[in-house]
T-cell receptor, first 114, second 112 residues
Framework: DQQVKQNSPSLSVQEGRISILNCDYT??????FLWYKKYPAEGPTFLIS?????DKNEDGRFTVFLNKSAKHLSLHIVPSQPGDSAVYFC?????????????FGKGTHLIIQP | EAGVAQSPRYKIIEKRQSVAFWCNPI?????LYWYQQILGQGPKLLIQ????????DSQLPKDRFSAERLKGVDSTLKIQPAKLEDSAVYLC??????????FGSGTQLSVL
């Protein structure tokens, strides 16, 4: 039973345009959500997070939106750059924040085309 | 600041053999995690240590997997005997006091 779902295995976006990566979850106890970015042959690195008490968090080119009623979150990257090409994992926790008990989605491979 | 160190980077073994992975977390990080990432899947937590004590090992296949963190710093994860379905990247991670998770580069295991 997948509690965190990323239904798009891959996404191709032109450089300079907006990239939107989606994530759905089923566990209503999740209260903290994170996005990780992974390059080949490297471990995932933290990108941005959001607590369930917020509906938006912004950090530079990256914005995460949370819709609790729909159990849906999305990551927006504007403008997309070639270095953004990577696999993006959505993760969720019911621990009130922090690194414990993270459940990850399967990831979305983002490809930025020149 | 040095990151999470893991070795080896790659390991190829035959089924029924045993294998061990080593992890050195970021200095000062009390919490250490081992994750398994099968191709096409997200990382799955196997075991979590707080200093040298186990906090969560509910998803560790204990009939063949074992892990220890004897002095609360380095950790080893062992598989004995390995099965074909154990082929995956094994990621070690440690977390800072503010709850951020830092991953190592992983050990890619191929079981033939």
């Amino acid at each position: 039973d997948q509690q965190v779902k990323q239904n798009s295995p891959s996404l191709s976006v032109q450089e300079g345009r907006i990239s939107i990566l989606n994530c759905d979850y089923t566990n209503s106890m999740f209260d903290y959500f994170l996005w990780y970015k992974k390059y080949p042959a490297e471990g995932p690195t933290f990108l941005i997070s959001i607590s369930s008490i917020k509906d938006k968090n912004e950090d530079g080119r990256f914005t995460v939106f949370l819709n609790k009623s729909a159990k849906h979150l999305s990551l927006h990257i504007v403008p997309s750059q070639p270095g953004d090409s990577a696999v993006y994992f959505c993760a969720a926790s019911d621990g009130g924040g922090g690194a414990d008990g993270l459940t990850f989605g399967k990831g979305t491979h983002l490809i930025i085309q020149p | 600041e040095a990151g999470v160190a893991q070795s080896p980077r790659y390991k190829i073994i035959e089924k029924r053999q045993s294998v061990a992975f080593w992890c050195n977390p970021i200095s000062g990080h009390a919490t250490l995690y081992w994750y398994q990432q099968i191709l096409g899947q997200g990382p799955k937590l196997l075991i979590q240590f707080q200093n040298n004590g186990v906090v969560d090992d509910s998803q560790l296949p204990k009939d063949r997997f074992s892990a220890e963190r004897l002095k609360g710093v380095d950790s080893t994860l062992k598989i004995q005997p390995a099965k074909l379905e154990d082929s995956a990247v094994y990621l070690c991670a440690s977390s800072s006091r503010d709850g951020k998770l830092f991953f190592g580069s992983g050990t890619q295991l191929s079981v033939l």
